[in-house]
């Protein structure tokens, strides 16, 4: 057994918003991987559009930094539980983790979620409570109910003694103690350096790479990237890609190994480094990458099943292909299976029809930040309503549950208990922080779909709203669903400031003036609880009497713009999202009016 005491590779967990990605830069910065007068973004591993611009981490992220001689691997983790197939790849690289943990809220369900899995693994904790500089921390509390998760955890001694460091990382500064004076990150650099064990194994034995993640280059092509956890790697090496199906011979072109952000090429890497490979073919996730003479496989990777489904179908309103780049079904079924390559908790399946697919993901979030990201390469599409799969156990047809925790003012807690008793929601703790009253339930999946909005209406914003997987159990009874009908456009036009005047007192209106509208488009949400054919493009008649209210301005309401998720959540069974580069629309299956009719009348 030898150990490489050169190396260390940890991972970063932590709930959204705690202050990962930002501990990272601080590292990047002191360890001199950028210039002292170079200009860096802030939250440098948020590299994706979408990343940056809602603050989370969705793709797990290597980059690395030398102190004092050791090199320190450091992956940065996604906090959404909706990410966990990544989180659980990661952890397969690390022999530890930093757990970082805001001084006010504490341990929150993400964190949770992400810590089981390390424990599991019997990965070294040091816990990091940061943002110590808030005027509202509550230090020692946090500390305690940090070692309580650890014990409901099941963490064993070894990882019950984890030691604590104290941390404003957007200052950059760390310490052992709430009292000691510091101004860098060094005592938590030489705390890891100490406390994280070194990649031990066979650094002389056959070759041993499991493949945790995939990246594509449009020059190279795939990307393997992965540890060695036996012997060593070479470039040009021959190798034999072990998957479920069997052996395949193959060969690794170049080999990368991280520095700071940038990946170097090298000839040779040694035990327990992260490594990148190209020329490697077909590999995919959970495949071991063996040495060719003497093939080993390493036992694969457990992913959490997908929890939540919807369609993805070609764009068939009147307005397809006037905004969007790719609009063919064939377009649209190579970006989905390419999808799954790189995102192993995504499941795409062909269905009866040509032009639809399903596509199941864990969550809502999930799929919706898939659906955005194909929309901004140019893709149109047609999204149906999110439905939870069902698992039939034990011969009992059994649905996915949440644990869903909820931060409110006290003043908002009857609006919310009430909302999530008609979703079947159960209790499960309370506590009450500085005026702030957490809530913990256990909660259906499909409780959850369409309550975020519901949620942040009722909290007139204050609130804030996690859930993670719970676990599958037998099906709770019917939840009621949307009471509102539908405001469906009856012909296809431009809408006029009058035709949505004459309307307004029907309901609230999704569309503004000079918009153009299709038939079968929905325009609105009725007031009760039946969809109503209107014409928003109505004009107004010119009579040579004139009243005199007739030339008043016209005052309409600001319409309701739905964002992508809000859609998500609105629309029922007959309805869809038509989702273009430019536009989010709703819309019903059967466009035609008198067709729609003659549906209602037969299912009645």
Known sequence: MSINEGLRNIAIIAHVDHGKTTLVDAMLKQSHVFRANEQVAERVMDSNDLERERGITILSKNTSVMYKDIKINIVDTPGH?????????VLNMVDGVLLLVDAFEGPMPQTKYVLRKALEQGLKPIVVINKIDRPDQRVDDVYDEVLELFMELGADDDQLDFPVVYATARDGIAKLNMDDESDSLAPLMDLLIKEIPAPKGDAEGPLQIMVTTLDSDEYVGKVAIGRIMRGQAKEGQNVVIISGDGEKKSKIGQLFVY????????????????????GLGDVSIGHTIADAEQPEALPTINIDEPTLSMTFGVNTSPF???EGDFVTSRHLRDRLFKETETNVSLKVEETDSADTFKVSGRGELHLSILIETMRREGFEMQIGKPEVIYKEINGQLCEPMENLT??????FMGTVMESLGTRKAELSNMIELAGYLRMEFVIPARGLIGFR??????????GIMNHVFHGYVPYKGDIPGRARGSLVAFEQGETTAYGI???????TMFISPNQQVYEGMIVGENSRDLDIDINPCKKKNVSNMRSSSSDEAIRLTPPRILSLEQALEYINKDELVEVTPQSIRLRKQILDRQQRGRMRKNNK
Request: proline share 4%; net charge negative; hydrophobic share 35%.
């Open 81 to 89: 539980a909706d990410f966990g197939g990544e989180v659980e790849r």
């Open 259 to 278: 520095q700071g952000l940038k990946r170097i090429p090298v000839k040779t890497a040694g035990l327990g480094e992260i490594v990148a490979m190209t």
């Open 320 to 322: 397809a292909g006037r």
């Open 406 to 411: 909820i931060e409110v003012p006290q003043e």
């Open 453 to 462: 909005s519901e949620f942040l209406t009722n909290t007139k914003g204050n």
């Open 501 to 507: 005047y004459t309307l307004q007192d029907r309901g």
